[in-house]
């Protein structure tokens, strides 16, 4: 493949979306939330009261999702999910539908096919090891623990919804830790990523030194 891609990949609330929309934006590129379509896929399987223990049940509702996206909105059967799929609980349940191999398989042509030119950066959590192996910037993005919980407050109480921190660091910490120890494209940095703790850094100085890294390489 010829199109250039920036792989981002981090635990929960590390800042991964954020700066990949907006290295994107500043170079003029796509952008691949990842993350969304494992949403979508909970979302849809919430709606239709699939039991989460059910593997192939789960794969079947992630097989026949069909998301559209419009002006910077995510529909789902004709409706604006955009804030629905940002809830918590719908990360927690994206989660558990993450590590059932069969939905990973469903979702892997829709993240592909997101690579156009002139270019993609795709944040989630097997961007740079499983999605897009050949990206030639991949990046591991943290934040601690407790920053990236406090950045998630800030984010939902800017929403106009309720946060408490401590409910919120214990789904951050469950999530990552599902994420971590599934079987199947856990969360680990790839080998060839580069590591960047973002606990101390704006989003400005954050995009700044991934702009650096990619010109870096061109
Ligand atoms: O995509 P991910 O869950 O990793 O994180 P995000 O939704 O992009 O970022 C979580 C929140 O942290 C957002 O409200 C960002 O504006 C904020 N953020 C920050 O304060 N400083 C950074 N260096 C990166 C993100
Ligand atoms: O924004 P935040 O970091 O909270 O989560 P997200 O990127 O929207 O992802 C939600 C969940 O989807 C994660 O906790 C993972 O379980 C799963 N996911 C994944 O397994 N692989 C990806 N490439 C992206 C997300």
């Known amino acids: 493949m010829t199109v250039p891609v920036i792989a ?3 635990p929960a609330a590390s800042g991964k979306g954020t ?3 907006r290295t994107a934006d500043a170079l003029g590129w ?3 939330d990842s993350g969304a379509l494992y949403r979508l896929a909970a979302l849809a399987a919430l709606r239709a009261k699939v039991s989460f223990d059910d593997p192939a049940a789960l794969t079947a509702a992630a097989q026949s999702l069909a998301p559209q996206f ?3 909105r995510i529909w789902l059967d004709g409706e604006d999910v955009s804030e ?4 918590e609980t719908v990360g927690v349940a994206a989660s558990k539908c993450a590590a059932v191999p069969g939905v990973r398989q469903a979702l892997f042509d829709l993240q592909r096919r997101a690579a156009a030119a002139p270019g993609l950066v795709a944040d989630g959590r097997d961007m740079g090891t499983v999605v897009f192996p050949e990206a030639k910037l991949k990046i591991f993005m943290t934040a601690s623990a407790r920053v990236r919980a406090e950045r998630r407050v800030k984010q939902l109480e800017a929403r106009g919804e309720k946060a408490d921190l401590a409910a919120l660091t214990r789904d951050l910490e469950e999530r990552d830790r599902r994420d971590r ?4 494209a856990p969360l680990k940095p790839a ?4 590591l960047l703790d973002t606990s101390e850094m704006g989003i400005d100085e954050v995009v700044k030194k991934v702009l650096g ?3 870096e390489l061109n």
């Not at 629905?84 to 809830?87: E, V």
């Not at 080998?191 to 580069?194: G, H, L, S, T």
Request: net charge neutral; aromatic share 12%.
């Open 30 to 32: 796509h952008y691949l």
């Open 8 to 10: 981002i990949d981090g």
């Open 84 to 87: 629905a799929i940002r809830a």
């Open 181 to 184: 120890e599934r079987a199947v």
């Open 191 to 194: 080998a060839d990523a580069r």
């Open 70 to 72: 419009k002006d910077g």
């Open 213 to 215: 890294w990619w010109s």
């Open 19 to 21: 700066i990949a929309q």
